[in-house]
């Protein structure tokens, strides 16, 4: 009865690994084919504070840190990125950042994935 109690307790310790190494407690991506451990690994990875992750369409996801401090630091990410492309901060609205630049205005939306990232979408023109 101890081996089985013994390779029991194994065995969950096992599972318990694999679920922590490919951080498989993560939330669900809204991306497709992209596990949540190489969406942070990328991040980590990046030499900036936000970092491209996927291209789907006529979109680009990004991920940055909000680094327990909420939704203002991942913000502020985004707006050094889109500006210094050459467009101009307007104002913030719910989930988007907007801004603007000869005349064509381009949207930035923000969703928090876990306390500690936000994915962030953003048209790919807008480089």
């Known amino acids: 009865m101890k ?7 194994i065995v969950i310790v096992m599972i318990g690994l694999f679920i922590f190494v490919n951080k498989l ?24 504070k936000i970092a491209e992750i996927a291209v789907e ?6 991920i940055t840190s ?24 307007k104002e913030k609205d719910g989930a988007g950042l907007f801004f ?10 923000t969703q928090m994935w876990t306390e500690n990232y936000v994915l962030v979408k953003i048209p790919s023109d807008f480089k």
């Open 3 to 9: 081996k089985v109690g013994f390779i029991l307790g």
């Open 100 to 109: 603007e630049k000869d005349g064509k205005r381009l949207i930035a939306t």
């Open 66 to 89: 909000s680094g327990n401090k909420g939704i203002s630091i991942a913000d502020e990410n985004i707006k050094q990125m889109v500006v210094s492309n050459g467009w101009a901060f």
């Open 25 to 48: 407690y993560y939330p669900s991506l809204p991306i497709e084919k992209l596990s949540a451990k190489e969406v942070i690994g990328k991040l980590k990875e990046s030499d900036s």
């Open 57 to 62: 369409g006529d979109f680009i996801w990004y």
